[in-house]
């Protein structure tokens, strides 16, 4: 990393967690490219067959519970560590719905696509930690219905935590992508607002991404070895 950068605003996809057993979405053999999204992702497909996507959603946090950070995860945990020490700030959002991130030290995670590791009420609103599965007639924890979801953004639904993302935008001196695809929206667009606002903009990915002619600066290759390389 060139000039000692105060604020660094780091977006994640799925690529960091690839390393660490968790599928992509849109790699070869990635979970939409077995799984139509559109019947799994998205409120009508719940509306209309709540079984087969709490059981999609199950099967993935089985694997987040099993799945352990890697080196990717480490670094940016030491990163913003360092950069707190020296009155600055790391801000990491990520798209991602597992807990690797505070699992390997991150003190703030921002996750605009919430966490596969929450459940929440459709009665009550209620959000509560889940590490088990969740069943159809599974009872609310505040209110005693049978209605719980996964608190996850489904595709329609709204992010979370936007405006919170777009004022740490507006304050950062560095953007970094690491392990997108730069296919899903609002996320996508961040590259090119940060170039909007003056920002640097670095992309770490295995290859490049559908956004890579937006970024100043690239490295590409697996992020447990170019995320370390890069922010030390
Ligand atoms: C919304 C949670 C209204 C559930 C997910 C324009 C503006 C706004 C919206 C839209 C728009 N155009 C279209 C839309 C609608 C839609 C959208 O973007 N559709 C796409 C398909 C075109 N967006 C929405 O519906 C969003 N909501 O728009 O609300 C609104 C309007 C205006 C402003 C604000 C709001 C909600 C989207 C959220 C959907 N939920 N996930 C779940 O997990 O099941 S999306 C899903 O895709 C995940 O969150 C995932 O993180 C995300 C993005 O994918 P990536 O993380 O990038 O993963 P991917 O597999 O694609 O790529 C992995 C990358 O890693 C690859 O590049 C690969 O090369 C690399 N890699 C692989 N291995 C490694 C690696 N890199 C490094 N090392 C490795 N080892």
Not at 65 to 92: D, M, V, Y
Not at 157 to 176: G, Q
Not at 193 to 201: D, M, N, S
Request: hydrophobic fraction near 40%; aromatic fraction near 6%; charge should be negative.
């Amino acid at each position: 990393m060139a000039s000692q950068p105060r604020q660094i605003f780091i977006l994640t996809g799925a690529g960091i967690s690839a390393e660490s057993g968790l599928g992509t979405f849109r790699d070869r053999g990635g979970l939409w490219a077995r799984f139509d999204p559109m019947k799994l992702a998205t409120p009508e497909a719940f509306a209309e067959d709540p079984d087969t996507v709490l059981d999609f959603y199950n099967h993935r946090r089985r694997g987040v519970r099993k799945a352990a950070p890697n080196a990717a995860h480490a670094a940016l945990a030491r990163a913003e560590a360092a950069l707190a020490a020296r009155g600055g700030r790391l801000f990491l959002c990520t798209q991602n719905v597992d807990d690797l991130h505070e699992r390997a030290g991150s003190a703030a995670v921002v996750h605009m696509h919430g966490e596969l590791l929450k459940a929440r009420c459709t009665a009550c609103g209620t959000v509560s930690e889940r590490r088990a599965d969740i069943l159809p007639d599974d009872p609310c924890p505040h209110c005693g219905a049978a209605a719980l979801r996964p608190d996850v953004v489904w595709f329609g639904e709204m992010p979370k935590h936007l405006d919170r993302i777009d004022a740490a935008l507006a304050e950062s001196d560095l953007f970094v992508a690491i392990g997108t695809s730069g296919a899903v929206y609002p996320a996508a667009g961040y590259v090119r607002e940060a170039r909007a606002l003056g920002i640097r903009t670095c992309e770490l990915n295995l290859e490049p991404s559908d956004n890579a002619g937006a970024f100043d600066e690239a490295r590409y290759g697996p992020a447990s070895t170019i995320v370390p390389g890069y922010l030390t």
